[in-house]
């Protein structure tokens, strides 16, 4: 099991508005990483630290963290946008790497 | 530009071991560390461990405490993973990937080598 908790399934409309969390009790002290990941890729990442973004990452990703909770949004949603993304950050010791189980995003 | 190229994929008998390659091109590679993670079919990514290619320490996830060995040849900027006592959950893509260096998680993947542990 992971230290980090994703819900398995999130759907939204095109053109809309959806936020990823990602919770665990290390998240009250590490930053979170989001990675999205489409069918036979590598994931990608698209957000990590405070709320950077790699060159190349539409701003319609951002980032966000408030207790033992990280969350992805994505403002605008659009059909590409339609992966796996994970969380990822460190576990609760400090020393090891953990990532969350992943969410399915399915844009409507 | 940053480039991650790993080796090709793999057919392993159960109990046997397995060698991967992570080749290191457009920055300075003992300048990162490499992580591992892999991803069974169908499944999410799992953390192995990271090497520190400038020093050669390395950090490993409990589960495959003495079962991965991360190793690293500086002078080809190449970084290797091997794991033993393969069995049949072993089969999945690995990956390597540059860490962030400064924030927790990594930045940069490799392509991914699927190995498949089938008798």
């Known amino acids: 099991s992971s230290e980090l908790t994703q819900d398995p399934d999130v759907s939204v409309a095109l053109g809309q508005t959806v936020r990823i969390t990602c919770q665990g009790d290390s998240l009250r002290s590490y930053y979170a990483s989001w990675y999205q990941q489409k069918p036979g890729q590598a994931p990608i990442l698209v957000i990590y630290g405070k709320n950077y973004r790699p060159s190349g990452i539409p701003d319609r990703f951002s980032g966000s963290s408030s207790g033992n909770t990280a969350s992805l949004t994505i403002t605008g949603a659009q059909a590409e946008d339609e992966a796996d993304y994970y969380c990822?950050?460190?576990?609760?010791?400090?020393?090891?790497?953990?990532f969350g189980g992943g969410t399915k995003l399915t844009v409507l | 530009q940053v480039q991650l190229v790993q080796s090709g994929a793999e057919v392993k008998k159960p109990g046997a071991s397995v060698k991967v390659s992570c080749k290191a091109s457009g920055y300075t590679f003992t300048g990162y560390y490499v992580h591992w993670v892999r991803q069974a079919p169908g499944q999410g990514l799992e953390w192995m461990g990271w090497?520190?290619?400038?020093?050669?320490?390395?950090n490993y996830a409990q589960k495959f405490q003495g079962r991965v060995t991360l190793t690293r040849d500086t002078s080809i900027s190449t970084g290797y993973m091997e794991l033993s006592s393969l069995r049949s959950d072993d089969t999945a893509v690995y990956y390597c990937?540059?860490?962030?260096?400064?924030?927790?998680?990594?930045?940069?993947w490799g392509q991914g080598t699927l190995v498949t542990v089938s008798s």
């Open positions: 990822n950050s460190r576990d609760s010791s400090g020393n090891h790497v953990v």
């Open positions: 090497i520190n290619p400038n020093s050669g320490g390395t």
């Open positions: 990937a540059r860490d962030l260096s400064g924030w927790p998680g990594v930045d940069y």
